[in-house]
């Protein structure tokens, strides 16, 4: 079956601007998560949703950044006024669900965000 | 002082070799010990899944927990080209209901030359 995918692969933007970048899960993965990948920082955890609502937001880096999970399916993270140091590969992964071990996360392609 | 500490490299082996990779951690709730492997402008995919302490094998993989140490190893034998890639190691703690937070490494570059 398809795996997780997201759009846009790729987004330049003007420091200022809002972004919106989506993610479609896995059918049926009812957890899913979004983590950034930065230049020499590794995947740093950025938000968890079970179904549409969010129990942990802690690693969202500021209120620029939100995230909303409609239908328990599609997610959507936002970042409004985007900064240079912004720039980083979005990605989101899936899990079936999130129980008592740790679920197995099936990552998508990710989204190169540059900010000018 | 980061919770798990991953040396970036880069490795380069020539084809056949054995490649030890590793990470420390200083975090004692982590339960939860994953490998995973990223090609370039790709999504990481899980390799090994490892709980608690001890060795597993799959295939040319094999991943060893010593949580007593908070040390992780993956080794790849008889490597080929294709396993040419980034390798993060991940971990998340076990029950109290933040076992889906990762926290990853940063990350091992590898090349196997032909």
């Known amino acids: 079956g398809a795996g997780v995918s997201q759009s846009p692969s790729n987004k330049v933007t003007e420091k200022g601007k809002d972004v919106e970048l989506r993610c479609d899960p896995i059918s049926g993965h009812t957890a899913l998560y979004w983590y950034r990948q930065s230049l020499g920082q590794g995947l740093e955890f950025l938000i968890y949703f079970q179904g549409n609502s969010a129990p942990d937001k802690s690693g969202l880096p500021s209120d620029r950044f939100s995230a909303e999970r409609t239908g328990g399916s599609v997610s959507t993270l936002t970042i409004q006024r985007t900064q240079q140091e912004d720039s980083a590969v979005y990605l989101c992964?899936?899990?079936?669900?999130?129980?008592?071990?740790?679920?197995?996360?099936?990552f998508g392609p990710g989204t190169r965000l540059t900010v000018l | 002082q980061k919770e798990v500490e991953q040396d970036p490299g880069p490795l380069s082996v020539p084809e056949g070799a054995i490649v030890s990779l590793n990470c420390t951690y200083s975090n004692s709730a982590f339960q939860y010990f994953m490998w995973y492997r990223q090609y370039s402008r790709k999504g990481p995919e899980l390799l090994m899944y490892?709980?608690?302490?001890g060795n597993k094998e799959d295939g040319r993989f094999t991943a060893q927990v010593d949580k007593s140490s908070k040390y992780i190893s993956l080794f790849i034998r008889d490597s080929q080209p294709s396993d040419s890639a980034t390798y993060l190691c991940a971990m998340s703690a076990g029950s109290g209901g933040s076992n889906y937070k990762l926290t990853f490494g940063k990350g091992t570059l590898l090349t196997v030359n032909p």
């Open positions: 992964a899936s899990s079936l669900v999130s129980r008592g071990g740790a679920d197995t996360q099936y």
């Open positions: 490892t709980y608690s302490s």
